[in-house]
């Protein structure tokens, strides 16, 4: 279950309210966690024009970007052991436009290579936006942001309200905006209103860690041989990708077939893969699917809305039955 931080707007020393600008404790977490093992997490949408491109429109399409959720950056709590904050930012001045016309086959390295292209949900900028212009006429764009910044349907909201030219006013202030004393004073002052509920957060942590390691154990494929690295690591791994393009109508009409729907074909698919790839259990040959859930609600501001659930699919019944199985009591 996501954790929630109930708090009320503070008042500083001179009655002035205090703009609620803390992060939520997963998403403190999250950000942590990744710098800490020195891992970078994007998100990344690339949209394909077969037509002319508005660039007007892609102007405030651009501007509005960065009067939404996407316009802030994180600043560290000057504590150790602080809450970081929002800080108001608006991401890049100006959109990035490719050197040169490529062929629509390589679209999908270029994606690669913009998503290689630093973003930093510390010291900016969050994200950028890109515009490709393909050999057979077409126009390709890509958005890309640090993940620490927004989740996926928390995206989907920016780029909806970026459409809509909404702006959206979350009352951050400027980066820097607080003295040292300031924000030592305050930071000190959160801490001790959150060890409560960091407490729970550790626990429930170490709990859901074990169990991911437990099961993790269970179902590791067989070991093969190791490649090792000859540039240290220096370099990025870019994983290769296949895009699919399935008729919506036949993904939809299979599902009903097997007695599912949309998602349940999508996860019964990402199971039989997972098969493949070894990834059954050894104790009742059954395949683990974490599936994340959004719990976003409406003017909600954390970066991290979402919750996660577990479920073991047993694979061999997956391409003849989707449907929900009977209790074992009325089995026969």
């Known amino acids: ?47 394909v024009y077969e037509h002319a491109i508005d660039f007007d429109g892609l102007k405030r399409f651009h501007h509005y970007l960065g009067h939404g959720l996407s316009g802030r950056l994180i600043a560290r709590s000057l504590l150790p052991f602080g809450r970081h904050r929002w800080v108001l930012d608006r991401g890049p001045a100006n959109i990035e436009f490719a050197d040169r016309a490529r062929p629509r086959a390589e679209l999908s390295d270029w994606a690669d290579e913009r998503s290689q292209v630093p973003v930093d949900a510390e010291a900016g900028p969050g994200w950028h936006l890109c515009v490709l212009p393909l050999t057979d006429g077409s ?17 989907l909201v920016a780029v909806a309200d970026a459409i809509l030219g909404t702006n959206r006013d979350l009352g951050y202030p400027p980066p820097r905006s607080r003295t ?14 959150d060890a409560p509920e960091v407490a729970r957060a550790f626990a429930a942590l170490a709990k859901l860690t074990r169990r991911q390691r437990r099961e993790a154990a269970q179902s590791s494929p067989a070991s093969g041989p190791v490649t090792h690295r000859g540039d240290g690591g220096a370099d990025p791994v870019i994983l290769p990708g296949i895009a699919a393009l399935v008729d919506l109508d036949q993904w939809d009409a299979r599902a009903k077939s097997l007695g599912g729907t949309s ?15 070894g990834r059954r259990r050894g104790s009742d040959g ?12 409406e003017g909600d501001s954390r970066a991290l809305a979402v919750s996660f659930a577990r479920v073991s699919l047993d694979p061999t019944v997956l391409t003849t039955d989707l449907g929900e199985p009977e209790p074992p009591s009325r089995r026969r």
């Open 286 to 297: 059954a395949v683990t699917l974490q599936v994340v859930m959004t719990d976003r609600t």
């Open 263 to 277: 998602t349940t074909l999508a996860a019964g698919f990402a199971a039989k893969l997972a098969e493949l790839l």
């Open 139 to 155: 126009t390709a764009v890509t958005w890309v942001i640090s993940h620490y910044i927004i989740d996926g349907v928390g995206g």
């Open 180 to 193: 040292r004393l300031r924000a030592v004073a305050q930071d000190l002052r959160q801490t001790a209103q």
């Open 1 to 47: 279950m996501p954790i929630r931080v109930r708090r009320a707007r503070a008042s500083s020393s001179n009655g002035e309210a205090e703009p609620d600008n803390l992060l939520a404790l997963v998403d403190q977490g999250f950000f942590d966690g990744q710098r800490a093992i020195g891992q970078t997490e994007v998100m990344q949408v690339v949209w």
